[in-house]
Nanobody, 129 residues
Framework: VQLQASGGGLVQPGGSLRLSCAAS??????????MGWFRQAPGKEREFVAG????????HYSDFVKGRFTISKDSAKNTAYLQMNSLNAEDTAVYYC?????????????????????WGQGTQVTVSS
């Protein structure tokens, strides 16, 4: 799986952005495939933002984005999205999309980096006035 993330940029506090992650070469239709979004701010570890099981759209969010961010997909385009609303300065980071064929997806959407094998190149999101 090759992933191409896009959509980052500079936005004012309270604004919105939509990130896209196009997957090429392979996506699975089984329950063991999913995609996720992570972010990494300078000097911090990469952290889970949101994830989705591809087959049925089961999703999971980190507490700090619940109610503000929404993960979605377009299966026909093999593309996942992250709609980010009510952005604040703490959301500033490089955002990465990732894909996984972990068996854990059959039970839940994993939130750990270690379960995601394929990674996109990252897109910078900066929230500043």
């Amino acid at each position: 799986v090759q992933l191409q993330a896009s959509g980052g940029g500079l936005v004012q506090p309270g604004g919105s952005l939509r990130l896209s992650c196009a997957a090429s070469r392979y996506t699975s239709s089984g329950y063991n495939f999913g995609m996720g979004w992570f972010r990494q701010a300078p000097g911090k570890e990469r952290e889970f933002v949101a994830g989705m099981r591809w087959k049925d759209g089961l999703s999971h969010y980190s507490d700090f984005v619940k109610g503000r961010f929404t993960i979605s997909k377009d299966s026909a385009k093999n593309t996942a999205y992250l709609q980010m609303n009510s952005l604040n300065a703490e959301d500033t980071a490089v955002y990465y999309c990732a894909a996984s064929s972990s068996a854990l997806f059959v039970k839940m959407v994993p939130g750990s980096v270690k379960y995601y094998r394929y990674w996109g190149q990252g897109t910078q999101v900066t929230v500043s006035s």
